[in-house]
């Protein structure tokens, strides 16, 4: 998932319920005090940490069968891309990148 924040926080949840096996999360942002209001893992006492680390911690207590890589990284397509490739499903999130959902 490109993005955990205010619709990649929802996004991942849902994935995670679902019984997906297993999740990449790539979001370089911490937790602002702005995001308190529109953000699963997004409370007082997260402000200031990273997005992935507490998504990765919040989808362990969801579903512990499912595999979570956090990635603190800003996305590049044209520099990261090959390190995705196994990847069958790409979602970005990121007001940055377009929206694309595409299958490798």
């Known amino acids: 998932m490109l993005g955990v924040g ?3 926080s929802f996004a991942v949840e849902a ?16 937790i602002d005090i702005t995001n308190v209001n529109r953000q699963l ?5 997260t402000v200031g940490q990273p997005k992935v ?9 969801i579903n512990p069968e499912c ?7 800003f996305f590049i397509q044209r520099k990261h891309t090959s390190n995705f490739l196994s990847i069958r499903l790409i979602m970005s ?3 940055q990148i377009p929206f694309t959902i595409k299958f490798i």
């Open 6 to 8: 205010g619709v990649g």
């Open 15 to 30: 994935l995670a319920r679902s019984g997906v096996g297993r999740i990449v999360l790539v979001d370089k942002d911490d």
């Open 41 to 45: 893992p997004a409370l007082l006492s």
């Open 53 to 61: 680390d507490l998504m990765q911690a919040r989808i362990a207590d």
């Open 67 to 73: 595999e979570v890589v956090a990635l603190k990284m």
């Open 93 to 95: 999130l990121m007001p």
